[in-house]
């Protein structure tokens, strides 16, 4: 076994749009625990939405004060008893809800909908997270991350693209689709991203932010940007023979984009909602009614899917990481969240060791 400092650091969100760096004693792993050596952990829109600009949350969004960080991704370095595949040495990305194990959600694998009030704990909101140098972590939580995958590409997994991934194995993606993203955060951009791998040939992408429009150009994930405004229907439809879109995804949440997303898409076509908060006003018959369209919300995703998505992204050559825009040490941490509060940006990462090289 390797010798492992007795102190590490890990960073807490008070709430006030800044990041408080502690000293906490390394933690021992329990019964079916392991602790992980953090290589990678990303920040969420839901981390900015919810926790650092001040605590919006309630239920499972109520932010705990614990080590922040839902999206980590490192290696083994202590197994606790009683683990039963999982060993040190594994490279592991973490489901970033730990449920109760024995609900319906959970059998399901959703552990993100846990109905129990006592064990539904998710790392960095109700129990400590990736924003530290170490972390433990419930063994049943773990997914395997593949040799050719980084722990940036695995840091990106459960939360990211596994809830991207959920939403378009629920409207179909195949090589019949044309594809509206409304929305080009890192969500969005990774929509694009499996929407392309998926087979679609055609991806319309829009955003308020330049910076995001031209990532997503210069990354190859969108065939065409708008700057979001109210000519976006029209814009989709001149695209699409002037028919609109076989498939929409809103990863903004934003009111207007929703609607585009509804109006630009054409008969017969599926509507996923993934993007957090918000509102949209629509009138049911001549948006989807009579076009006969259906609007899917989705939340997260399973962990057999993330295992399945893990699978898929080495066979088709993706790697998440190519979306991290900016690596951050943790003592930086606060330069980190303060970069994608701003939002200009791809995806924003605390990295340790060679994954900060
Ligand atoms: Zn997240
Ligand atoms: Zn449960």
Redesign the pocket.
């Known amino acids: 076994m390797a010798s492992l400092p007795a102190k590490m650091t890990g960073a807490v969100l008070p709430g006030n749009s800044s990041v408080e760096l502690q000293s906490y004693d390394l933690p021992v792993p329990g019964h079916g625990e392991v602790l992980i050596r953090v290589k990678s952990s990303t920040i969420c829109g839901s981390d900015i939405r919810a926790i650092y600009r001040e605590h919006l949350g309630k239920g499972p969004e109520g932010y705990q004060g614990v080590i922040a960080g839902h999206e980590p991704c490192g290696q083994i370095v202590r197994e606790g008893p009683g683990c039963r595949r999982f060993k040190e040495g594994d490279r592991v990305i973490v489901y970033h809800i730990s449920?109760?194990?024995?609900?319906n959600?959970?059998r399901r694998g959703y552990?993100i909908s846990?109905?129990?009030v006592r064990?539904?704990r998710a790392y960095g909101w109700q129990r400590d997270g990736g924003m530290a140098d170490y972390m433990l972590a419930e063994e049943k939580d773990l997914v395997l991350l593949p040799d050719s995958l980084s722990y940036s590409d695995g840091a990106q997994v459960a939360c990211g693209f596994g809830t991207v991934y959920e939403g378009l194995q629920k409207i179909g993606i195949s090589g019949d689709d044309a594809v509206l993203v409304t929305g080009l955060g890192p969500v969005g951009l990774a929509t694009a991203m499996l929407a392309r791998a998926m087979g679609s040939t055609l991806i319309i992408g829009t955003d308020i932010a330049p910076g995001r429009l031209s990532l997503a150009k210069k990354l190859g994930l969108c065939d065409q940007v708008f700057p979001s405004g109210p000519d976006n229907v029209e814009q989709v439809r001149a695209l699409t023979g002037g028919d609109g879109v076989e498939k929409a995804i809103d990863c903004s949440a934003n009111a207007q984009a929703r609607l585009c997303c509804i109006q630009a898409t054409r008969k017969w076509g599926k509507i996923c909602f993934i993007g957090e908060g918000g509102s949209v006003s629509f009138q049911p018959s001549p948006d989807i009614i009579h076009d006969q369209k259906t609007i899917f919300g989705s939340w997260v995703t399973n962990i057999w899917r993330m295992e399945e998505l893990v699978e898929r992204l080495v066979r088709w050559n993706l790697h998440p990481d190519t979306l991290i825009t900016h690596r951050f040490p943790l003592e930086r941490a606060g330069e980190a969240y303060s970069l994608m509060a701003a939002g200009d940006c791809g995806k924003v990462a605390v990295a340790f060791d060679e994954e900060l090289l």
């Not at 449920?99 to 609900?103: I, N, R």
């Open positions: 449920g109760c194990g024995l609900c959600d959970c552990m846990c109905t129990s064990y539904r």
